[in-house]
């Protein structure tokens, strides 16, 4: 992948920030779908913006939320320990900062 993952695969990190991974536990047909329905608004959003369409961007970028809402990555969290949801908060003002600051050093060359 592309993005380091939590130790926990519950998040990936862009520029610093956690993102919500899918639900592992969806199978893989279900979420090859759910993927599918994900790019297909997100095409609408492009094309409604392209289209200067208020209306048509509005109710792609609601399939956008309901897809990731279904894939996991929004809404209730998927994981059962209790454990909050840091969905979109910087991973070095969360418990994942240690394993981070390992993840740059890494990535730097660093030790």
């Known amino acids: 992948m592309k993005y380091p993952v939590t130790p ?3 998040y990936f990190v862009v520029r610093g920030r956690l993102w919500r991974m899918a639900n592992p536990a969806l199978g ?5 779908g759910l993927v599918g ?3 297909k608004a997100r095409r609408a959003v492009r ?3 392209r289209n200067a369409d208020p209306e048509a961007e509005a109710a792609a970028h609601k ?3 309901k897809a990731k809402r279904e894939l996991g990555e929004r809404g209730p969290v998927w994981w059962e320990d209790g454990a909050p949801d840091l969905n979109r908060h910087m991973a070095k003002n969360t418990t994942y900062a240690d394993w981070y600051a390992k993840i740059r ?3 730097s060359g660093g030790s």
């Open 8 to 10: 926990d695969g519950r």
């Open 63 to 65: 399939a956008v939320d």
């Open 37 to 39: 329905h994900l790019m």
């Open 105 to 107: 050093r890494s990535r």
């Open 47 to 49: 094309d409604a913006k």
């Open 28 to 32: 893989e047909a279900e979420r090859t």
